[in-house]
């Protein structure tokens, strides 16, 4: 499987890429600065402006309800929601910041915590997908992308372990290079874990399917 679409891990651009970083409200530690793109814009949700502000960065747009932390007084522009909506204060964030033209969207603070508030990031991660954007989610342990159809690599860098999940539905003409336990035109059905800790065997992994739509996950571990 020869690859052809390069996505990354550690803050490199690709080519036309208009990248941001939207922050949400668990914690996000320095080490996860290494993420960020340069020139990337600095978007935050709720919260999220206060692990934007503990790394020192200026933040270009903050949105939320601000039910669990006051509005910050030193971003550019700030949008206040109503505390009830259809969205998210991130989905929202990420709705705008699409509307906005970003195509390269990095979530972090968006894991842990209440595992509804994941799994709702998780579902925003892949609408960010299928709408064309480079779609990242990461914390200190492990960076989650969503892939549709077509040719991905991903750098063993990012971790020891690779696991992959059918997202939304079933995800078919799935292939894995690179890795411990190959995958030649596989069928993922969403309920079953069948992509669960595969292991890098080369300095990246190939990954590709044909219809539906992947969630990728490289986790450090041990």
């Not at 595992?115 to 997908?129: E, F, I, M, V, Y």
């Not at 040719?151 to 020891?160: E, I, L, M, N, S």
């Amino acid at each position: 499987m020869r690859s052809s679409t390069t996505n990354e891990g550690d803050g490199r651009m690709r080519q036309g890429a208009k990248p941001a970083v939207i922050f949400a409200s668990m914690p996000v530690s320095g080490e996860l600065r290494r993420l960020i793109p340069p020139g990337a814009a600095i978007i935050t949700a709720d919260a999220g402006w206060k692990n934007a502000a503990a790394l020192g960065l200026e933040i270009d747009l903050a949105v939320g309800d601000f039910d669990s932390s006051t509005p910050p007084t030193t971003a550019k522009e700030l949008i206040c929601l109503p505390a009830e909506k259809d969205d998210t204060d991130t989905h929202y964030a990420t709705r705008l910041a699409v509307e906005r033209g970003y195509n390269d969207i990095l979530l972090l603070g968006a894991m842990g915590g209440r595992p509804d508030h994941a799994h709702g990031n998780l579902q925003t991660l892949l609408w960010l997908a299928m709408q064309g954007v480079k779609a990242t989610m990461a914390d200190e342990e492990n960076i989650i992308r969503c892939f549709g159809p077509g040719q991905h690599t991903v750098p063993a860098t990012d971790g020891k372990w690779l696991s992959v999940f059918a997202a939304g539905g079933t995800t078919r003409g799935v292939y894995l290079r690179g890795v411990k336990y190959r995958l030649d035109n596989a069928t993922l059905p969403p309920e079953q874990p069948i992509g669960v800790s595969n292991e890098f065997a080369a300095d990246e992994a190939g990954i590709a399917c044909s219809a539906g739509w992947l969630y990728v996950y490289v986790c450090k571990g041990e």
